[in-house]
Structures are given as C-alpha cells and as structure tokens.
C-alpha cells in the first residue's frame, strides 16, 4: 500500500557526511511522522531522528548537534543529513513512516528495506 524508497547510504570516512532521502508513495492521506532508525549487529533498533506534521524534530541524544532531518513536503519525502560521523554510527538505517490511508482510518507504520552505512577509519 505504502512503499518507501531509500537512497544516500555507503561508506564514509571518520569525520564525514552524508546525505540521505526516503520518499514515501502509494496510498496516503496523511503523514503523521516520518524518520530514520538504526539497527547495528546484536542492537536494538533505535530512533536517531523524527519530523512530524508541523515540522516538530526530534533527535536521539547522541546525534544531537551532528544529524539533521528535513522534509519535502510536496514529495512525501524526508532528509537525513549526517555529520562528523563517528564509529558508533555505522548500522543499518531505516526509514519510516506513519501514515493514514483515509480520513479517520487506522494510522499504520511501514519501513524502508533498509541501508548499510559504515564508518572507516
């Protein structure tokens, strides 16, 4: 019903950046909140940054001043840009979505296939 297409994951250097977008499609009335999670090996899945409608932002404490979320609106789609990357962030990165298919349906949540990003040192 909803798919999610993820784009901006790979290999970077301690230290760099990268930029990556989720664009959500097919049935949706409305966004609640869209965002990224993280997953690493033997790790519980994470929240590191949100955007709700409104433009209210939420980060994970240790991203905080080095992650930035961002949202197109007019193209269901959200930003993720990462900064001074350090060796604890290297997971698998998800984004998702909470969305409503109709006016005063259930709100349903989907996940992107997910993204490797590693850090290098």
């Known amino acids: 019903q909803v798919q999610l297409e993820e784009s901006g994951g790979g290999l970077v250097q301690a230290g760099g950046s990268l930029r990556r977008s989720c664009a959500a499609s097919g049935s949706i009335f409305s966004i609640n909140a869209m965002g990224w999670y993280r997953q690493a090996p033997g790790k519980q899945r994470e929240l590191v940054a949100s955007?709700?409608?409104?433009?209210?932002?939420n980060y994970a404490d240790s991203v905080k001043g080095r992650f930035t979320i961002s949202r197109d609106n007019a193209k269901n789609t959200v930003y993720l840009q990462m900064e001074s990357l350090k060796p604890e962030d290297p997971a698998v990165y998800y984004c998702n979505t909470r969305v409503l298919s109709a006016p005063g349906g259930w709100p349903y949540v989907y996940w992107g296939q997910g993204t490797q990003v590693t850090v290098s040192s």
């Open positions: 955007i709700i409608a409104g433009d209210s932002r």
